[in-house]
């Protein structure tokens, strides 16, 4: 059975409250307004600053990691360097035959030994009292072939020039460093210089007992020594800090 109500509709009878859909539509936006206002305020000033705080201190340790991680490269490339420069020269100072032509020649000019030139002025005689040889360092050297280093050795001595004559201890000394400069033993083992360069001077002594004069003093000189480095193999790469993500 249908029944049809034909009352007018402010005279019918109403089913549930009295509150408008329209009402409720706009109650319901306001709300979900408000929370999304809420939402974008606790990101913008809360969440977001932190997170930039925290992508500028990792930032930070990124770099600090990165500057360290090229130092350490750059100390193994040094080490590296260092290691196999050292071992090549001291392999050179442990060959005999490197220094025996240079000491036979220097002990031939103090004697007058084999085609050695004599002394210009007479009457007197060179003795070694002590002597040290030792590396100063090396140069690279620019231009063509400039994988060459020229290494440097000190060649510390000790004289001793015994004289006949009290008044000729000048002309000794003055005859001994013309002499060295002219022989083989400095022309040819690439001695910088003059060999009275580092001359300190000296006092001569009239000994009694041998009536000979005597003059002590003491020279350092430098010798260069051209030599071709191995090549080095190149140091293993370090890798890179793993970048860090907010």
Known sequence: M?????????????HGGNIS?????????????????VSWAYLKFKVLPNLEDERANKEVVLAEKTVAADRV?????????????????????????????????FANQLTGAAETPSWTVPGFDVRVQELAINELGGEKRAGPGAGSDEVRFGFRWR???????????????R????????GRFWREQNFEGKPEDRYLGDKPIWNEKIAKVVVDGSLDWVRRKPV????RKPPAAVPPPAAQGN
Do not use: C, H, M
């Not at 020269?89 to 000491?103: G, H």
């Open 175 to 182: 005859s001994f460093f013309k002499t060295i400069e002219s």
């Open 228 to 231: 071709v480095e191995p090549k």
């Open 2 to 14: 249908i029944l049809i109500n034909l009352l007018p509709p402010e005279l019918r009878k109403r």
């Open 21 to 37: 859909p329209v009402f409720i539509a706009a109650v319901g936006g306001g709300v979900l307004n408000l929370v999304l206002l």
């Open 73 to 105: 490269t750059a100390k193994k490339a040094e080490i590296l360097e260092y290691e196999e420069r050292r071992n090549y020269i001291v392999s050179l100072l442990n060959r005999k035959v490197y220094w025996a032509r240079t000491l036979d020649e």
């Open 159 to 173: 004289y001793k020039i015994v004289g006949e004559q009290r008044d000729r201890s000048g002309d000794y000394v």
